[in-house]
């Protein structure tokens, strides 16, 4: 039987949010090994203007607004899916990264410069 799409019923911005924290945990420069087998520490990126950089993406702020929204992150945190350290970054779990968004490609795009 194909697993359900979205099991926990992430809304729109806690997976547009756990999307950026999947992104920031495959990118060295912001992320490194957490203490718990399996689970990433991230760091937040910087927006300048209306974008932000991560490795070769760029991603809009307002694909982001999750990342400083304290709500988003204690749903993130009681689904199992972070352990938050706001406002300077997440642990991401094991069930975080595996967690299937749908949006990679939808919030995440090619830089042009």
Known sequence: MPTKKNPLSLNALQLRTLTLL???????????????????????????????????????????????????????QRKGLISSMQPNGAVITPRGLDYETGLRETILHESGH
């Open 22 to 76: 999947q992104e920031l945990a495959r990118l060295p420069e912001y992320s490194r090994p957490g203490e718990e087998p399996g689970s990433v520490v991230v760091r937040l990126p910087y927006p300048h203007g209306d974008h932000f950089h991560l490795g070769a993406a760029v991603v809009a702020t307002r694909d982001a607004s999750g990342l400083r929204n304290p709500a988003v992150w204690a749903a993130l």
